[in-house]
């Protein structure tokens, strides 16, 4: 089944402790992408890949780090995790950064304390 | 970069009533215009999209138009039902370049 996963769906952790949040797609996209979702933010675009190694900022990167070192991998990075972080986290992708149709994944409620 | 708003935030209205949701654009280079339906603890779906070189198309209840000189487009739901309810996302994106979301509107159908 096609389809983008993202680990773990769920994590409370407290400021300061480093964690990622997996991301992987079976499908053989070239483009993956994060975005958090806040109340009344919609979806904001944190960091974006158009390639294995081709990585750019997206609209909110600060204090997010991915990489994306094999094609179906995308992970989000948050080194030192703060309160304004905690949010929804989706990762998408798509088979170019043109092609019409973004997946998304479940998505990964974060609350940092 | 890209701007999108979009109106309203929340849209209440009676089962087989019709919807509309309305989004501008600020960059007269986007081209592809996306409407993304997010279920309540569910992900974000594409429900429908539109070219720059379309005015208008339509799928069942859900029809989208787009005025590339005023630089808006609308999201049309007609004959509303319960399982509508959700909250709706429009987008805009360049040619070369990513999406950029509207903030959302959720839409209660009362039955």
């Known amino acids: 089944e096609a389809q983008v996963t993202q680990n773990p769906r769920y994590l409370i952790t407290v400021t300061g402790k480093k964690l990622t949040v997996t991301c992987s797609q079976n499908?053989?996209?070239?483009?993956m992408s994060w975005y958090r979702q806040d109340p009344g933010l919609g979806l904001r675009q944190i960091y974006y890949?158009?390639?294995?190694?081709?990585?750019d900022k997206g609209d909110v990167p600060e204090g997010y780090k991915v990489s994306r070192k094999e094609k179906r991998n995308f992970p989000l990075i948050l080194e030192s995790p703060s309160p304004n972080q905690t949010s929804l986290y989706f990762c998408?992708?798509?088979?170019?950064?043109?092609?019409?149709?973004?997946?998304f994944g479940p998505g990964t409620r974060l609350l940092v304390l | 970069g890209e701007n999108v708003e979009q109106h309203p935030s929340t849209l209440s209205v009676q089962e087989g009533d019709s919807a509309v949701i309305k989004c501008t654009y600020s960059d007269s280079a986007s081209n592809y215009f996306p409407w993304y339906k997010q279920e309540l603890g569910k992900r974000p779906q594409l429900i429908i999209d539109i070219r720059s070189n379309v005015g208008e198309k339509k799928d069942q209840r859900i029809a989208v138009t787009l005025n590339k000189t005023a630089k808006h487009f609308s999201l049309h739901i007609t004959e509303t039902q319960p399982e509508d309810s959700a909250v709706y996302f429009c987008a805009a994106r360049g040619r070369y370049s990513t999406l950029t979301f509207g903030k959302g509107t959720m839409l209660l159908v009362s039955p």
């Open positions: 890949s158009m390639n294995v190694e081709v990585t």
């Open positions: 998408a992708s798509s088979l170019s950064l043109a092609a019409e149709t973004q997946y």
């Open positions: 499908m053989n996209h070239e483009y």
